[in-house]
Antibody, heavy 114, light 110 residues
Framework: EVQVVESGGGLVQPGGSLRLSCAAS????????MTWVRQAPGKGLEWVAT????????YYVDSVKGRFTISRDNARSSVYLQMSSLRAEDTAVYYC???????WGQGTLVTVSS | HAGLTQPPSVSKDLGQTATLTCTGN????????AVWLQQHQGHPPKLLSY???NRPSGISERLSASRSGTIASLTIVGLQPEDEADYYC???????????FGGGTKLTVL
């Protein structure tokens, strides 16, 4: 059974940093592009970042470019999202997903507030 | 990123058929095809179809997806109470090099 589990969310002050982790099991993570998607409270889904299977290419939504970094460690079957210079508008549940394969985690809540 | 266009809400009676639409352009829906996601309140999204028509194992045969040009559609026949949820379409945009999402359609089963 495939499992995707996000962790690392929490309450952080504006301007602060946070590192999200996504651990996958039951699949060979190195076969898949992986994506972070977020959902602000009461709002729709928003793409954040995507990384290719081998980590050679990374893509970001404009609003997080220069602040967020996506990475992966296929040996650890994990994907990460390093977030810095956090803003109130980054408050959301962050999901880790393989978009075409339909593997989604339960999400981790990031709250940016003073 | 410019998003895909979905109607905000659709209401249908129990047992009827609902068709949800998703309008994109030649760089996303018209090129790579769309994925459809279902989300119940308080739960993560669930993949219903990918690359326009492919349905993952375990997804009800009452659901089918299609595409005509730059418009993707999701049809649900014989609506059941459990079909009441938010539905999102998404596609990889080759021009923007990123995923674009629709704003979501809230399906109400009366």
């Amino acid at each position: 059974e495939v499992q995707v589990v996000e962790s690392g969310g929490g309450l952080v002050q504006p301007g602060g940093s946070l590192r999200l982790s996504c651990a996958a099991s039951g699949l060979t993570l190195s076969n898949f592009w992986m994506t972070w998607v977020r959902q602000a409270p009461g709002k729709g889904l928003e793409w954040v970042a995507t990384i290719k299977e081998d980590g050679s290419d990374k893509y970001y939504v404009d609003s997080v470019k220069g602040r967020f970094t996506i990475s992966r460690d296929n040996a650890r079957s994990s994907v990460y999202l390093q977030m810095s210079s956090l803003r109130a508008e980054d408050t959301a549940v962050y999901y880790c997903a393989s978009m075409y394969m339909g593997y989604w985690g339960q999400g981790t809540l990031v709250t940016v507030s003073s | 990123h410019a998003g895909l266009t979905q109607p905000p809400s659709v209401s249908k009676d129990l047992g009827q058929t609902a068709t949800l639409t998703c309008t994109g352009n030649s760089n996303n829906v018209g090129h790579q095809g769309a994925v459809w996601l279902q989300q119940h309140q308080g739960h993560p999204p669930k993949l219903l179809s990918y690359r326009n028509t492919n349905r993952p194992s375990g997804i009800s045969e009452r659901l089918s997806a299609s595409r005509s040009g730059t418009i993707a559609s999701l049809t649900i026949v014989g609506l059941q109470p459990e079909d009441e949820a938010d539905y999102y379409c998404s596609a990889w945009d080759s021009s923007l090099t990123g995923w674009v999402f629709g704003g979501g359609t809230k399906l109400t089963v009366l």
